[in-house]
């Protein structure tokens, strides 16, 4: 064997317990007893204070490379994915320029990508309307899926689909057995709302209410009934949605469903009128909804947790206005992802088993990964080391993003990743991280705010 790892605290599909996983050609070829005598070029044994975990995958990252790489580039989301225990993401196909709508897009993001990245990366493909005639072809060409709106997405290069759109493109993935994950917030839902303007966070909340989700949601749900094809809401943010999906999971429609570590962890009664680092769309709803996302995840309705990390260029957040209705929505916690997690989850009586669920296995079937997620015979040596009961600051000069802009500044998190290995391979992703001043001084101006990181809830 080429590397044999010892654990007390191994998480597989048995739960966590003591194991031994022993490995060659990158691949996991046995699961066995702690103390099995197994001879191995390399031998590390671990200690009780920490877990072994399987390799997380986050399904759901915006690199921005090719085009806005001074906002996010595979070389530095890849280092802040492994330093935070995710061995597999998998790159959405827009805030990037161009957009990962045809077969040559999808060239470029592979160009992009390749010699740089220290975890592995997949990509999903785009749609937008007229462009149902390339899915075959970027299909074939290797994304694991698509990804469309069905409001503004931002980007004036990525338009939402109508529903007559939606149910064409569904028709096309159908017979390509794709799935079509959705951001699923309804255009016209928006339009009635009163626009975001200022610094109020309430009035930001306002302008994206739950009814725009619900709706998407009702169209989704409608257009996977009468396709039969396969659909995944991303990014579901308010919990009155679950009973509608759990309803169409009963009958039989194909569909899933994740949520955010932000949506898990900040609450909109905590979030300071002009700190739009917690602005998205949709955004963080209060600490009530919270606590029905956590029981989706319970419950099984929602199958699992990805950062939906979405930087930018730092300007763009508008940090010094703090005006929510010009500043960029999305939040980036690809390095925090899972300490973020682990430390709500805790607190609600969960244990790693289940984490690794909603942020490996489940991730990895999403994307048709069948090599990722779980620490077993046959699957990639993805593995990671993490520190439960270990404590950490955020410091947002620590962050290998390149734009370390974060809510998290200044919070107190459970779980350390101490080791991570790809394929096999050990990554040394303890390069010294550059941080921006920016991020630092956001980082001051909230330390206050975030003094209290247990009462968040
Ligand atoms: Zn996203």
Redesign the pocket.
Known sequence: MELLVRARRTVTDRGEGPASVAVEGGRIVRVGGFDDPVGADEVVELGEEVVLLPGLVDS?V?VNEPGHDTWEGFASATRAAAAGGITTLVD?PLDSVPVTVDPAALAAKRAAATGQCFVDVGFWGGVVPGGTAHLPALREAGVLGFKCFLSDSGSPDFPPLSRRQLLETLRVLRELDAVLLVHAESERELSAAPPARGRRYADFLASRPPQAELAAVAAVLDAARATGARVHI??LSTARALPLIAAARREGVRVTAETCPHYLTLAAELVPDGATEYACCPPVREAANQDGLWAGLADGTLDLVVS?H?PCAAGLKHLDTGDFGAAWGGISSLQLALPLVWTQARRRGFRLPEVATWMASSPARLAGLSAKGRIAPGYDADLCVFAPDDTFTVRPETLHHRQPVTPYAGRTLHGVVRRTWLRGREVDFRYPAGGLLTAEATAERHESDNQNPGGNR
């Open positions: 759901h915006h959405m991303v990014h939906d979405s």
